[in-house]
């Protein structure tokens, strides 16, 4: 059996958390796309990067690699789903207020194609569908270099209330 390994750092996610909770979404983004705010650790584990951002749109971008595959020899759905849900997720943030808190009701992904460690980097792009006070739905869409789709979804966030 041949052994691969992979190691990876990452910071302190409370440095993470108290820029999303104090600074309006989109500036705590940009901070983060800038390198001045440190990326979630999932980022890390997943090999993911913000590469775009507009308020209510962004794009990251991933390297789906064998560490990610299950069984059937082929990149685990969860790999997608994280990248949809990040997109999706921060898609939101990009709308926030400052201390806006939130929660992921709900989520569902549709998966289109394979994806492999030759499939090379991808990118998801999240977009706010429709922004409401309380409730709001988000989309994604994952695609390879050729803009191949590979994964879709939608997801319902519920802007928690004092």
Not at 99 to 115: H, P, S, V
Request: net charge negative; hydrophobic share 40%.
């Amino acid at each position: 059996m041949q052994q691969r390994s992979r190691t990876f750092s990452w910071s302190d996610p409370a440095e993470t958390v108290a820029g999303i909770t104090t600074l309006p979404g989109l500036v705590a983004l940009e901070r983060m796309l800038a390198g001045e705010l440190p990326y979630p650790p999932i980022t890390q584990l997943m090999s993911m990067r913000l590469v775009e951002l507009v308020p209510g749109r962004v794009v990251w971008e991933a390297v789906p690699g064998e560490e990610h595959y299950n069984p059937i020899g082929t990149v685990h759905a969860g790999f997608a789903t994280t990248i949809l849900d990040s997109a999706m997720g921060t898609a939101f943030v990009s709308t926030a207020e400052a201390g806006t808190r939130w929660t992921t009701l709900e989520l569902k992904a549709n998966f289109t194609r394979a994806i492999t460690s030759d499939t090379g980097p991808v990118r998801c792009t999240g977009t706010v569908v429709h922004p409401g006070r309380t409730v709001v739905t988000t989309e994604a869409r994952l695609e390879d270099a050729e803009g191949r789709l590979l994964a879709h979804g939608t997801s319902t966030i519920l802007v928690l209330r004092d």
